[in-house]
């Protein structure tokens, strides 16, 4: 699509409709000289070119892209608007909006019943999923896996509850003896699970954690933040399809967070959470006499805690999934081509003597470091950051991410490490841009010649340290 078209058209829409309310003039205190913008438009313009490609498949680090042409349109023409979707009176068309995704992705979840909202983030979507836990378990603390994101930990803080971190397992995932032995203690009321770490997109067995709510009475929560919208693969056939046990448990469980502005390729911030029981509802009851007056109905902001909120966003994410639906035919071809991309990066850093796979991805994030002898940690560590700085200072540029794999972590996976020291970086590369698909074996050639350089590097200096 032409972006540039469709943003012309999108200010002459809205014109067109503010036109109808009659003429009236700007207030002179908004008016700003041509000459005066054109000044500070190239300053600003100038600044912004500090930032890395996000959009180019040459970077391969953060979980960071641009968002689709649709939500670049939908949001900047709601924007002319600005609608408020805290209530049906700062946003009547864009709260009907958000309520027609949200049943979209409640639906892609297979909930039958559900109530829940669009916020500013994943953050956000959580601490709302864990007030409602504690408000429906008083006194009781929160488990999660030691690889979740950090939000819960911290949000658990900001709740005034307990924390209750569970081990993992060797490929990264929840350990579950482990929980169940947190649980016998009867201080844990709900378990997070992660559809999707963002260290390593590891999957939490979310089926089998199903038994374990039955026998302690928790409530379970799935932080689908990175990988909610995989569900969309789940037991597809072909080398992109994933099992399909974990992500049909979803609907099972109490409540699920999603950020769409990972892969449902929105603008930040886009989060959601959804709960499958519609009377949690009631642990928003607040009293706002000015807000709430042209209707009847459930506002929004009955059912947040968060007060306004842009309804661009549900502008941008409506338009979007009117083109690219949350199906298997739709968004999910966008998420085949990075776990195509993923997958194909894994088995070449298998077949590679410069390159060492550090864990096969689950969903569409590579982990992996540079082959150095002696193999030590610290080796590692020291080459996988000189790779990570060379990559990005390079003519022929590639940007990678690190992530710091503690010693047990490291030795459980490759136990012939010498672990000289308490841990080490080691690659990671996100492709959830699906022209992934088409450059990742550039990528690779490009990696795997700054190994070698670094490699050689160091032989050398072994050389001559040893002279």
């Not at 953060?62 to 700062?90: F, S």
């Not at 974990?246 to 930040?268: E, M, N, T």
């Not at 006499?289 to 805690?305: D, M, Q, R, V, W």
């Not at 298997?328 to 776990?339: D, I, N, S």
Request: glycine residues 10%; charged residues 20%.
């Amino acid at each position: 699509m032409d972006l540039q078209h469709w943003l012309g058209r999108a200010t002459e829409a809205i014109q067109e409709w503010a036109d109808g309310f009659g003429p009236y003039e700007p207030h002179p205190s908004l008016h700003v000289d041509d000459d005066r913008f054109a000044a500070a438009f190239q300053e600003f313009t100038g600044r912004l070119g500090d930032n890395y490609p996000f959009f180019h498949p040459h970077y391969a680090g953060q979980m960071l892209k641009p968002p689709h042409p649709a939500a670049v349109v939908g949001y900047l023409t709601a924007m002319l608007i600005n609608p408020n979707n805290h209530a049906l009176d700062g946003g009547p068309a864009t709260a009907r909006m958000e309520r027609e995704v949200v049943a979209q992705l409640a639906a892609m979840f297979g909930y039958d019943t559900h109530l829940g909202h669009l916020t500013t983030s994943g953050t956000i979507a959580n601490l709302e999923a864990l007030f409602v836990a504690r408000e429906l378990h008083p006194g009781r603390g929160i488990a999660y896996s030691a690889d979740a994101h950090y939000t819960h930990g911290r949000m658990c803080h900001v709740l005034g509850i307990k924390g209750h971190p569970v081990p993992t397992d060797e490929h990264g995932r929840m350990d579950l003896d482990a929980l169940e032995d947190i649980l016998r203690g009867g201080e844990v009321g709900t378990v997070v699970l992660t559809t999707g770490t963002t260290g390593l997109g590891a999957v939490d067995p979310v089926h089998r954690a199903l038994a374990l709510r039955e026998r302690y009475g928790v409530r379970l929560h799935v932080d689908a933040a990175y990988g909610g919208f995989f569900t969309l693969l789940a037991g597809a056939e072909g080398p992109e399809g994933i099992p399909a046990e974990p992500w049909r448990a979803i609907a099972r469980c109490d409540s699920v967070v999603i950020d769409p502005h990972k892969h449902g390729l929105q603008p930040y911030g886009c989060g959601a959470v959804l709960f499958r029981d519609p009377e949690v509802g009631r642990f928003y009851l607040h009293d706002s006499p000015y807000t709430y007056f042209t209707s009847s109905e459930l506002h929004l902001g009955e059912i947040s805690l968060e007060c306004s909120r842009a309804g661009a966003s549900a502008a941008a994410l409506w338009l979007t999934f009117r083109l690219l639906p949350p199906t298997p035919a739709g968004l999910g071809r966008v998420l085949a081509a990075g776990r195509s991309a993923a997958l194909r990066w894994s088995d070449l850093i298998t077949a590679s003597e410069a390159l060492e796979l550090y864990q096969r991805p689950e969903l569409d994030i590579v982990s992996y470091f540079p082959r150095v002898e002696p193999a030590t940690l610290s080796g590692i560590d020291a080459a996988s950051a000189r790779i990570l700085a060379e990559g990005m200072a390079d003519a022929d540029p590639v940007f990678l991410s690190t992530l710091r794999a503690d010693r047990d972590a490291f030795t459980t996976r490759h136990p012939r490490a010498d672990a000289d020291s308490d841990g080490a970086r080691v690659l990671r590369s996100v492709l959830m841009k699906p022209e992934s698909e088409h450059h990742v074996e550039h990528l690779h050639a490009r990696v795997e010649e700054l190994a070698r350089a670094v490699s050689g590097a160091s032989s050398r200096a072994r050389v001559l340290r040893a002279q």
